[in-house]
Protein backbone atom coordinates (compact mmCIF):
# COMPACT_ATOMS: atom_id res chain seq x y z
CA UNK A 1 0.00 0.00 0.00
CA UNK A 2 1.50 2.88 -0.95
CA UNK A 3 0.73 6.14 -0.97
CA UNK A 4 2.06 8.69 -3.80
CA UNK A 5 3.27 11.83 -2.61
CA UNK A 6 2.77 15.07 -4.11
CA UNK A 7 6.40 16.49 -4.84
CA UNK A 8 6.90 19.46 -3.12
CA UNK A 9 8.35 22.57 -4.37
CA UNK A 10 9.58 25.83 -2.21
CA UNK A 11 8.71 29.19 -3.49
CA UNK A 12 11.66 31.43 -4.03
CA UNK A 13 9.26 34.41 -3.46
CA UNK A 14 7.16 33.29 -0.19
CA UNK A 15 9.43 30.39 1.02
CA UNK A 16 6.49 28.34 1.68
CA UNK A 17 6.18 24.49 0.57
CA UNK A 18 3.67 24.16 -1.92
CA UNK A 19 2.95 21.27 -4.02
CA UNK A 20 4.85 21.24 -7.81
CA UNK A 21 1.05 22.14 -9.18
CA UNK A 22 0.44 25.55 -7.69
CA UNK A 23 3.71 26.95 -8.54
CA UNK A 24 4.91 27.67 -11.72
CA UNK A 25 8.86 27.06 -12.66
CA UNK A 26 11.74 29.35 -14.06
CA UNK A 27 14.08 28.18 -16.37
CA UNK A 28 17.67 29.06 -17.09
CA UNK A 29 17.95 27.72 -20.61
CA UNK A 30 21.03 26.43 -21.66
CA UNK A 31 21.12 29.40 -23.81
CA UNK A 32 20.91 31.82 -20.63
CA UNK A 33 17.73 32.58 -20.78
CA UNK A 34 15.69 32.79 -17.75
CA UNK A 35 11.77 32.05 -18.60
CA UNK A 36 8.93 31.16 -16.96
CA UNK A 37 8.21 27.45 -17.90
CA UNK A 38 4.50 26.66 -17.36
CA UNK A 39 5.14 22.74 -18.98
CA UNK A 40 8.08 22.45 -16.56
CA UNK A 41 9.71 20.55 -19.02
CA UNK A 42 12.31 22.54 -20.33
CA UNK A 43 15.93 21.67 -20.12
CA UNK A 44 17.83 23.98 -17.74
CA UNK A 45 18.37 24.87 -13.71
CA UNK A 46 15.14 25.45 -12.94
CA UNK A 47 13.51 27.10 -9.52
CA UNK A 48 9.60 27.27 -8.45
CA UNK A 49 7.52 30.30 -7.73
CA UNK A 50 4.26 30.71 -6.42
CA UNK A 51 2.07 32.59 -9.89
CA UNK A 52 1.45 35.96 -8.51
CA UNK A 53 3.55 39.08 -8.86
CA UNK A 54 3.76 39.55 -5.21
CA UNK A 55 6.03 36.54 -4.75
CA UNK A 56 7.82 37.52 -7.84
CA UNK A 57 8.44 40.75 -6.20
CA UNK A 58 9.83 39.26 -2.79
CA UNK A 59 12.28 36.73 -4.88
CA UNK A 60 13.43 39.75 -6.58
CA UNK A 61 14.15 41.84 -3.92
CA UNK A 62 16.11 39.09 -1.79
CA UNK A 63 17.47 38.27 -5.06
CA UNK A 64 16.63 35.17 -4.86
CA UNK A 65 16.25 34.09 -8.33
CA UNK A 66 19.86 34.87 -9.30
CA UNK A 67 21.02 32.74 -6.29
CA UNK A 68 19.01 29.88 -7.36
CA UNK A 69 19.56 29.96 -11.09
CA UNK A 70 23.42 31.06 -10.53
CA UNK A 71 22.59 33.90 -13.03
CA UNK A 72 21.95 37.52 -13.03
CA UNK A 73 18.51 38.72 -13.39
CA UNK A 74 17.90 42.22 -15.12
CA UNK A 75 14.96 44.30 -14.64
CA UNK A 76 13.61 43.15 -18.30
CA UNK A 77 13.67 39.87 -17.39
CA UNK A 78 11.89 40.51 -14.67
CA UNK A 79 9.30 42.34 -16.46
CA UNK A 80 9.30 39.58 -18.77
CA UNK A 81 8.40 37.12 -16.23
CA UNK A 82 5.63 39.52 -14.40
CA UNK A 83 3.57 40.25 -18.12
CA UNK A 84 3.59 36.04 -17.84
CA UNK A 85 2.07 35.97 -14.34
CA UNK A 86 -0.96 37.17 -13.08
CA UNK A 87 -1.10 40.37 -10.86
CA UNK A 88 -3.18 42.58 -8.93
CA UNK A 89 -1.67 45.39 -10.88
CA UNK A 90 -1.91 44.18 -14.31
CA UNK A 91 -3.76 46.54 -16.45
CA UNK A 92 -4.73 43.92 -19.26
ZN1 LIG B 1 5.11 32.13 -3.02
Known amino acids: MKIRKVPLRVCIGCQEQK????????????????????????????????PNRHCLDAAVKGKRIERSLKHAISPTIVGELAKQLPGEDSDV
Open 19 to 50: SKRELVRIVRTPEGNIELDPTGKKAGRGTYIC
